[in-house]
């Protein structure tokens, strides 16, 4: 066997990277489990991987773990380059943007609880974008966008104190550990 | 049960409060805007088959229809609108009373007059009573 030229080093940061991402993607598949009663009202919990990265370990890493998770995860699911695929892709990275925003929000005010509600509500912003422009191209998906706004609070707020309850373990095993502003 | 609670309070910055209680205003205002099925947002007066007149439901004003026996009178309120008088036999179209409802119709056959009140997500083609 011929040896590779070519060796790929990973990083501390590709590690850890990796870890994450491994974890959301864990909550992802866990997650399509649980019955729904509504296609799109989804608690979302591979979310508090990405804000506990966002805190811990800034924006850019969030955006890696976001997306490894976003293609991992469908397919393991089955359903890359399904519409669901396109769905939770837009959901993504539009809350990825708004993530990017609103860690900037005074870390004294605003902690992860606000952090998971803003995205939230850009991710279901997203993704009722999408639908009416590609899928469903009538009105009528805006019909239920109340029901995904109140999915948006309630997932969002537990979320986000699941994500800052994890924050402050984590700062109390690790007091010398990465900045949990 | 309730030290656990307020631990789980304690994760929540001031702005954090701020921020779920707009997301539920968000969440009232879209229900408000997008589940107001069956108001209506405007009425048509048809006269002789034609159509006499478009009236906007927002502000008050009395139109006079005119048809083969007469002055048919219609009535506008915001949000609702009415035939006040007719000079048909039977005033089938007066005693219908008010139509607050989209698709809800009154018609006055002998003089020739409808009123429908028109509007996006009703819920029925016509309404009579």
């Known amino acids: 066997m ?5 060796e790929l080093v990973p990083t501390v940061e590709d590690h850890r990277i990796a870890r994450h991402a491994a974890a959301a993607i864990v909550l992802t598949v866990a997650e399509a489990v649980i019955p729904l009663p509504l296609p799109g009202v989804k608690p979302g919990l591979a979310n508090i ?15 890696w ?4 998770r976003v293609f991992a995860g469908s397919l393991l699911l089955g359903q890359f380059l399904a519409p669901s695929f396109f769905l939770s892709l837009s959901g993504a990275v539009a809350s990825l ?3 990017g925003v609103a860690m900037h929000l005074p870390a004294r005010w605003f902690g992860p609880v606000s952090h998971s509600i803003l995205a939230a509500f850009a991710h ?3 993704q009722l974008m999408v639908a009416r422009l590609w899928l469903v191209p009538h009105d009528g998906v805006f019909y239920l ?10 997932f969002g707020l537990v979320n986000g104190l699941v994500a800052a309850r994890l924050l402050a373990e984590l700062q109390a095993d690790d007091p010398g550990g990465p900045a949990t502003a | 049960m309730r030290a656990r609670l307020a631990a789980w309070r304690r994760l929540l910055r001031p702005g954090d409060v701020l921020v779920v209680l707009a997301g539920m205003g968000v969440c009232v205002h879209a229900a408000l805007l997008l589940w107001r099925g069956g108001a209506p947002d405007g009425a048509v007066v048809r006269a002789g088959g034609k159509v006499f007149a478009e009236l906007d439901l927002s502000r008050r004003q009395i139109v006079e229809v005119p048809g083969p026996l007469g002055t048919t009178r219609i009535e506008v309120e915001p ?6 008088a007719d000079p048909g036999p039977r005033q089938y179209c007066v005693r219908q009373g008010w139509l607050s409802r989209a698709g809800a119709v009154a018609i006055c056959a002998p003089n020739q007059v409808s009123l429908t009140l028109t509007g996006r997500g009703a819920d029925y083609d016509a309404l009579n009573y």
């Open chain 1, 49 to 63: 991987v990405t804000l506990i990265v966002l805190a811990r370990w800034g924006w850019r890493e969030a955006v």
């Open chain 1, 65 to 68: 773990v976001a997306l490894l």
């Open chain 1, 124 to 126: 279901i912003g997203a």
């Open chain 1, 97 to 99: 943007l708004m993530l």
């Open chain 1, 145 to 154: 966008a109340p029901v995904f706004a109140a999915a948006a609070v309630v």
């Open chain 1, 2 to 6: 011929t040896r590779s030229t070519i």
């Open chain 2, 79 to 84: 949000g609702r609108a009415r035939v006040v």
